[in-house]
């Protein structure tokens, strides 16, 4: 059975940073796109990085760009998501996801349960 498993949230001030990690089990993902997702309360779940499986390219969502980044470790089986500069807005649920080929194009075929991400004020 696949599982993604996502850890590393919590409650930040504004301008801290968090790190989450997601770690895969049932298979490998080394040949597959892995990335973020996040849903605030009330909006719609949107894109936020990827990780591409052949030459490692990288794609942000524009308002994370600079102050976000995703790595992975394909030996561990895990991706990261490496936040600074936090904002309220980027208070949301955060979902791991994995697509079934090597780029994030059409919908990720697997989710973790998410973890919490808050910003404050």
């Known amino acids: 059975q696949v599982q993604l498993v996502e850890s590393g949230g919590g409650l930040v001030q504004t301008g801290g940073s968090l790190r989450l990690s997601c770690a895969a089990s049932?298979?490998?993902?080394?040949?597959?796109?892995m990335g973020w997702f996040r849903q605030a309360a009330e909006k719609e779940r949107e894109f936020v990085a990827s990780?591409?499986?052949?030459?490692?390219?990288?794609f942000y969502t524009d308002s994370v760009k600079g102050r976000f980044t995703i790595s992975r470790d394909n030996a561990k089986n895990t991706v990261y998501l490496q936040m600074n500069s936090l904002k309220p807005e980027d208070t949301a649920v955060y979902y791991c996801?994995?697509?079934?080929?090597?780029?994030?194009?059409?919908?990720?075929?697997?989710w973790g349960q998410g973890t919490q991400v808050t910003v404050s004020s």
């Open positions: 049932g298979r490998t993902f080394s040949n597959n796109a």
């Open positions: 990780f591409s499986a052949i030459g490692g390219s990288t």
């Open positions: 996801a994995a697509w079934s080929w090597a780029f994030h194009t059409g919908t990720p075929e697997y």
